[in-house]
């Protein structure tokens, strides 16, 4: 046992006998914590619940398809709308800097004083654009204004370089300097300022690096349930208002390119399908005239009569038969369309896709949705732009993964064919001593019904397409922006505790750390 090992009763005594360091030290600490709560503005939240509602009377058509509505669940396809897949779509980056730009979020006017004020809304005297900047420029600059509309710019600022113009006007005019032209436009609230005059430091964010900044620190998105479809929207900021206004801002956004994107998805789903039809149609007419001609040559009115000769159950093999070949008709103009090179860049047609539980349907609508995104990029920039290389490089990927499961769930489907197949052979023994003509005719008869099924399933396809138009998927505002008048940060009473614990913990540090040295 070591003697010199100071034990807490000593330690407490040292504590005591050197309480006028702890009351300096909590003092210190307490006047700290003071002083950062009064030079820091505090923030408040506002939060909304938004229901994204489904477009379920599309999934009742499928209803009625019987087999080829099962093509969903060997191909693990999901169609019912994840919530998970809304909810990163509305925080998504493009949607984001869409609401940063409608909003002029990128612009921030501060006056500088012992805690600084952030001017928005009514606050807001007048308002700043710069001319000729990309969006990777930072601008900064010092605004004198007077009540009376007279100004003064000085202390410009682009990016790392510095500039002497001082600039002299009224608002209303646009300035010349060597970072551009500036306009200074009034708002409604000049008028109203409290003061005569004031600084104003103006400020021009790079939009992305804010889109950064919001989705890090200030938005959050979460769903609660994953089997309900309730999003709750939170959004802290300084100004209660701005908070309001981009939370309503980014549900008006996101509901604007849901809708976009659900016709465009549907406009690519009409013409492939419009397509395929016209195919069948050419099938189905040769196959009716050879089915015709063998039942008026052969005076059989229905070859399924024949079909009655099969052994127990063989009715039910010729179905099965018939719905598996349908199955992998449609599933192989699934993967032809994936496989087709000059459709590279073009949205998968989603509403080929029926109706289950699993992940190529959800691995459609993700491929679709970054397909969307980047196509949107090429619109305001180029295909060379590092972002569409990124998405380039997903969708490349995604693509791979969509036309491996659908080949999987091909080789799945031919593998329960030839069973079916093995089990047709055995009832066809039965039939030896029929005529060979009856047994041929009963082989054009099943692919007329496999066709027909096909072109049915194809043509409720295209009324859904149609019904998507009028029923699409929403979003409903349940809880508009709310929140509490209390501040959400800095939290006052958490400070001064902290302050508090840390005032008597610094000396009791000291005291330790003397006595174990002198140990």
């Not at 191909?75 to 949607?95: D, K, T």
């Not at 005239?289 to 052994?311: F, H, Q």
């Not at 052979?425 to 029929?434: F, H, I, R, W, Y």
Request: hydrophobic share 40%; aromatic share 6%; glycine share 6%.
């Amino acid at each position: 046992m070591n003697n010199n090992k100071m034990t807490l009763g000593e330690f407490l005594k040292e504590c005591y006998a050197k309480k006028g360091w702890f009351m300096i030290s909590v003092f210190v600490m307490i006047v700290l914590a003071v002083a950062y709560l009064v030079v820091t503005p505090p923030k408040y939240t506002k939060k909304a619940q938004v229901m994204v509602r489904d477009n379920n009377a599309l999934s009742g058509l499928m209803g009625q398809m019987g087999g080829l509505a099962e093509i969903g669940g060997l191909m693990g396809i999901g169609g019912s709308s994840n919530v998970y897949n809304e909810l990163h779509a509305m925080q998504s980056p493009w949607l984001l800097l869409t609401v940063v730009r409608q909003m002029n979020l990128d612009m921030s006017y501060v006056v500088k004083g012992i805690r600084n004020k952030d001017l928005y809304g009514e606050d807001l005297p007048v308002t700043v654009k710069f001319s000729n900047l990309t969006d990777e420029d930072d601008v900064s600059m010092k605004l004198d204004l007077k009540k009376n509309g007279e100004l003064k710019i000085y202390k410009l600022k682009k990016n790392k370089d510095k500039f002497d113009d001082e600039l002299t006007g009224r608002v209303g005019q646009t300035l010349k300097s060597s970072i551009g032209d500036i306009e200074i436009n009034a708002t409604p609230y000049l008028n109203k300022m409290e003061d005569d005059e004031m600084t104003i430091t103006v400020r021009r964010t790079e939009p992305m690096a804010l889109v950064d900044r919001i989705s890090k620190a200030n938005l959050t998105i979460a769903v609660e349930n994953r089997d309900a479809t309730i999003i709750d929207i939170k959004y802290k900021d300084v100004s209660k208002q701005r908070a309001t206004d981009v939370i309503n801002a980014v549900v008006a956004e996101y509901r604007k390119e849901s809708s976009e994107d659900q016709d465009a998805q549907t406009a690519v789903s009409e013409r492939y399908v419009a397509e395929r039809l016209a195919s069948l149609e050419n099938e189905l007419k040769g196959l009716d005239n050879r089915v015709a001609d063998y039942k008026s040559k052969t005076l059989i009115p229905d070859i399924e009569v024949m079909a009655k000769a099969y052994a127990d159950g063989a009715k039910d093999i010729s179905q099965a038969h018939m719905e598996l070949k349908s199955k992998i008709y449609l599933v192989e103009a699934i993967r032809d369309y994936l496989r087709d090179e000059s459709k590279k860049d073009e949205l998968l047609p989603a509403l080929l896709i029926t109706e289950k539980d699993g992940g190529l349907g959800d691995q459609v609508e993700a491929y679709n949705t970054i397909q969307l995104q980047r196509q949107k990029i090429i619109a305001s920039s180029s295909k060379e732009s590092p972002l569409v290389k990124d998405f380039d490089r997903q969708l490349s990927a995604m693509h791979d993964a969509v036309l491996a499961s659908a080949e999987n769930a091909i080789k799945q489907l031919k593998m329960q064919l030839k069973g079916v197949v093995e089990k047709e052979n055995e009832g066809k023994q039965l039939l030896a001593s029929a005529p060979k003509k009856y047994i041929a005719g009963l082989g054009d008869e099943r692919d007329w019904k496999v066709l027909n099924e096909v072109y049915v399933f194809l043509l409720q396809k295209r009324e859904e397409a149609q019904m998507s138009k009028a029923l699409k998927n929403d979003v409903r505002l349940l809880t508009p922006p709310l929140g509490e008048k209390k501040q959400t940060s800095p939290k006052k009473g958490s400070i001064l505790i902290c302050a508090f614990l840390l005032g008597l913990f610094i000396p009791a540090s000291v005291i330790a750390i003397k006595e174990k040295v002198k140990g």
